[in-house]
């Protein structure tokens, strides 16, 4: 099999591409240890020197949920809302508030998560730091899912392939295919996501990823680097939707819109812009949290309000299959926020989950 990875590694120098399937057997005997870490160094290497193709991003995206644990839930429609990270912005968990506005909205929420990469607080720590217990246990997910309306997935309970990188990428201090997987390795596979990316280059390739997938999706980039809805100035959305069939939950797929690309100024949603003060997550996960709770709470900054508000709207829309507008879909996240129902729905997450 090593013979196999340095004839990989050979084409790579030689500028072609590799298959689906092929990245798939990679990855797969990446978790067999069947080759030495210099190799798999200088395939990461490659890939990321010469940028990372569609086939080459689902085939290890193929061989992570194949080697993994998977979370199979009572639900046919729920959405994650995630960001690829490394914008180095340390903003607030402003994704995971979401997710408990979405879900508090009555609609239902997969929400995959870690540890932070490059900012003090990702998912998995503001979560753990109100004394979340992270389970792969299959019951117990469903039962939040059902009674909540959302779970809570810790990657690292799921993808055991990212073991056997770990100390390879820490070594390599630069960001790699690996920092593209995170957002579409979720085990439960939800049909619907809302992802925020850094830059437009990431904008085009996840557009096609997910067209590939057929997922319904939106993704957001802010165009002053955010890899969310920051509300500091203009951003960018493009949104699609996979043909489905008609249910008695969603509309047949001839009613559903083609999706669209737009660029929103904050004011187009008649929110003020904001500060790059006001999205700072704080120095500690213990600041980082009280801005998660004061948003849930409804005492947050009018601006960190806001911003969950939009990132919220934009995940809704994406479960609506766009036939909500905009403007419907941040009055349905308000009114999740101002009724209470977030914080109630956050409240009882951490009863069946600490």
């Known amino acids: 099999m090593q013979h196999t990875l340095k004839t990989y590694l050979f084409r790579l120098l030689n500028h072609e591409e590799l298959t689906r399937e092929e990245m798939k ?3 797969v005997g990446i978790t067999h240890s069947e080759y030495p870490n210099e190799q798999i160094t200088a395939l990461l290497t490659a890939l ?28 046919d429609r729920y959405i994650d809302v995630v960001g690829t990270g490394g914008d180095r912005k340390n903003t607030f968990n402003i994704s995971t508030t979401a997710c408990f506005v979405i879900a508090g909205a009555g609609y239902k929420v997969a929400k995959h998560g870690n540890y932070a990469a490059t900012s003090v607080s990702g998912a998995s720590n503001v979560i753990q730091h ?14 939040s899912l059902n009674e909540a309306g959302i779970v809570y997935l810790h990657a690292q309970l799921f993808a055991r ?15 790699t ?6 957002p579409i390795v979720n085990p439960s596979q939800p049909q619907c996501q809302l992802l925020g990316v850094a830059n437009l280059d990431q904008m085009r390739l996840y557009h096609q990823v997910y067209q590939r997938m057929g997922m319904d999706f939106g993704i957001v980039n802010s165009i002053d680097g955010y890899d969310e809805i920051s509300l500091t100035g203009p951003f960018k959305v493009t949104m699609g ?46 600041e980082a949290a009280a801005i998660f709770d004061a948003v849930l709470e409804n005492r947050a900054l009018p601006a960190q309000k806001n911003i969950v508000l939009a990132n919220a709207a ?6 609506e299959r766009g036939q909500k507008s905009v403007e419907e879909c941040i009055a349905i996240a308000r009114e999740s926020i101002d009724s209470g129902a977030a914080l109630r729905t956050f409240r009882k997450f951490v009863t069946l989950n600490s």
């Open 241 to 286: 939707f996979a043909p489905a069939p008609a249910t008695t939950d969603t509309p047949a797929a001839t009613d559903a819109p083609a999706g669209y690309e737009r660029v929103f100024a904050p004011a187009d949603l008649g929110f003020d812009v904001a500060s790059p003060e006001e999205l700072v997550g704080g120095a500690t996960e213990e």
């Open 177 to 182: 295919i690996f920092n593209l997987l995170g």
């Open 25 to 27: 057997t990679i990855l």
């Open 314 to 319: 934009f995940g809704i829309q994406v479960l």
């Open 161 to 175: 392939a990212m073991k056997f990188v770990g100390p390879i990428r820490k070594a390599l201090q630069f960001p």
């Open 130 to 143: 109100h004394g979340i217990r992270f389970t792969d246990d299959i019951d117990r997910l469903n039962r």
């Open 48 to 75: 990321q020197m010469r940028g990372v193709t569609v086939d080459e991003l689902l085939g290890f995206r193929d061989g992570i949920l194949e080697t993994g644990v998977p979370a199979i839930l009572d639900s």
